[in-house]
């Protein structure tokens, strides 16, 4: 446990300990050809507090964020904090319908929005929202809204903080709605200070000569520690880019930024390693003493393959919105290909089956985790909340099992499993396996039902560029599963897709696989296939 003062605000602690600190001058955030000073970030934290004191923002009142990624994003969030307001970033990958719900979900008061991204904002009538009273636009094009910038210039850079405590809601952080609508996690003031003290000194070691490069964004739990809070903990410095991530940027960005600690997640590692040499010689990834991985499980050949070519062992690790960061993790020297790694001291760890009772070790559970970091509950969903979290544990839906080491070895999302023979079969095993084939780019793996109503594993495949897709690779690929990992876990179907659906954290959608199967089959019976 983080020993912390009852009173206690998060901006306070995050931001202006820094300039008390003596680090005023050095760089906080870079940000293309931009460098922000930890005084500057401090001065425009404060005159953005002071603009939502001007449009009459309580303490406790939600101030929502659709932002890109850039030093805006950063004042704006610790501005609300900083006066006892909630701070909400969304999704920047949403549509309006969504951008409805969650401004209505959350009763945001005011929304911050890039400029780029407010037609989608416009296309929500103003009669729709029904709490929102401001709208400020980052960027040129404002009329008949705020100008964020002209706010900016307008107000003071002092701001007393506001005399939160501990346990006040800070900011919000909506989950992903793959099983129905997106839920509000309630954050609070200590969370983040949590996470930093336990993962990112406790075990990245992040120091103040750190530089922090994250593909995740800063509107993701995982992106938001990454290049947001984590960097500010220890008086590091954060990169940001406005830029979608595509894998020539990201090595371009890498070569001139020279971070220390890259974040990224499984599905862009796979891609980075297929993007082509610049003509003929390597990228050079030097800088980075660790890369890390989360949002979903590492495959084990991605790991090997990342470890060759550049000498970085990434870190897999697991979180979530509801933990806000990491609480199983590998350490740096002690890494194991395919494994999410051990507990993070500080947090508690738990498999169990049906009946609520602890499995024994070596066999597939439940895992619940307990921390500190953890969100007060759901925002407006009683019911959910108390089936989430009984007592101080969290139900995360996912399957693992504990090897005799600590380790944690990823089995699946729990509505993901199925069994094959009368055994369990975990997808991620398959999709390991796949991966591992020369030809393979990504693997998904489903279930699905044949001619004689028996469960089989359906597996979908992006191949490199170079692989071809035929009737001879799919046998060699069911070959390949079943002399490795065994005869009944080869997949019965394998279709070649040009890409996986996936989340905006990059986490492949198995229930849209789901769907398309349900297609085919509806599509195949009515053309009477």
Not at 5 to 20: C, K, L, Q, S
Not at 199 to 219: E, P, Q, T
Not at 358 to 366: L, N
Not at 395 to 405: N, S
Request: proline letters at 5%; aromatic letters at 10%.
């Amino acid at each position: 446990m983080i020993d912390l003062p009852t009173a206690f605000n998060a901006a306070a602690h995050f931001v202006d300990r820094n300039v008390h600190e003596g680090r005023g001058i050095k760089t906080a955030l870079e940000c293309g050809d931009q460098r922000v000073s930890y005084q500057q970030l401090l001065e425009r934290i404060n005159r953005f507090g002071n603009v939502l004191r001007q449009l009459d923002v309580s303490p406790g009142e939600r101030v929502a964020l659709i932002l890109l990624d850039g030093p805006e994003f950063l004042y704006c969030f610790f501005g609300a904090i900083k006066i006892g307001a909630v701070a909400v970033p969304i999704n920047t990958q949403l549509k309006a319908p969504e951008y409805e719900y969650v401004l209505n979900d959350a009763q945001a008061r005011v929304v911050v929005v890039s400029d780029g991204l407010l037609p989608q904002l416009r296309m929500i009538s103003r009669e729709n929202l029904n709490y929102l009273r401001e709208v400020v636009v980052v960027g040129e094009r404002c009329q008949p809204h705020l100008s964020f910038h002209e706010l900016l210039t307008g107000a003071s850079p002092d701001l007393e903080a506001q005399p939160t405590g501990k346990d006040d809601a800070a900011f919000w952080l909506y989950s992903s709605g793959s099983t129905g609508p997106p839920k509000g996690c309630i954050h609070r003031h200590r969370d983040m200070a949590v996470c930093s003290e336990l993962y990112a000194k406790g075990i990245l070691r992040m120091n103040d000569r750190d530089r922090c490069y994250s593909v995740a964004r800063l509107f993701f739990a995982y992106g938001l520690g990454n290049t947001g809070y984590f960097p500010l903990s220890c008086g590091a410095t954060s990169i940001l880019s406005r830029e979608r991530p595509t894998p020539a940027g990201i090595y371009a960005d890498i070569e001139r930024y020279r971070p220390t600690l890259f974040f990224s997640v499984p599905s862009n590692y796979a891609a980075l390693l297929v993007h082509p040499h610049k003509q003929g010689s390597e990228f050079d990834l030097s800088s980075v003493r660790h890369a890390i991985s989360a949002g979903e499980a590492l495959p084990a050949p991605l790991f090997e393959r990342f470890k060759q070519r550049f000498g970085v062992e990434i870190l897999d690790a697991w979180g979530s919105t509801e933990t806000l960061h990491m609480a199983i993790s590998n350490r740096p020297g002690e890494a194991r290909a395919g494994s999410s790694g051990k507990v993070i001291p500080g947090y508690e760890a738990k498999l169990v089956d049906e009946r609520g009772e602890e499995t024994p070790q070596g066999e597939i559970g439940s895992l619940l985790i307990k921390g500190d970091s953890t969100c007060a509950g759901y925002w407006n969903q009683q019911e959910k909340t108390s089936e989430t979290f009984p007592g101080q544990w969290f139900r995360t839906g996912d399957k693992y099992l504990q090897d005799e080491e600590g380790y944690f070895w990823y089995a699946g999302r729990a509505d993901d499993m199925f069994k094959v023979n009368g055994r369990w079969l975990s997808p991620v095993e398959v999709e390991s396996a796949l991966i591992a084939h020369p030809a393979v780019r990504e693997a998904a793996v489903v279930a699905r039902q044949g001619e004689n109503g028996l469960t089989k594993p359906a597996a979908y495949i992006v191949l490199k560029s170079d692989a071809r897709a035929d009737d001879a690779l799919v046998t060699d690929l069911q070959d390949w599963v079943a002399q490795r990992i065994g005869a009944y876990k080869r997949p019965r179907w394998i279709s070649f897709l040009s890409e996986l659906p996936k989340t905006a954290t990059g986490k492949v959608q198995r229930f849209k696989l789901r769907e398309l199967q349900a297609d085919q089959a509806h599509n195949s019976l009515h053309s009477g296939a």
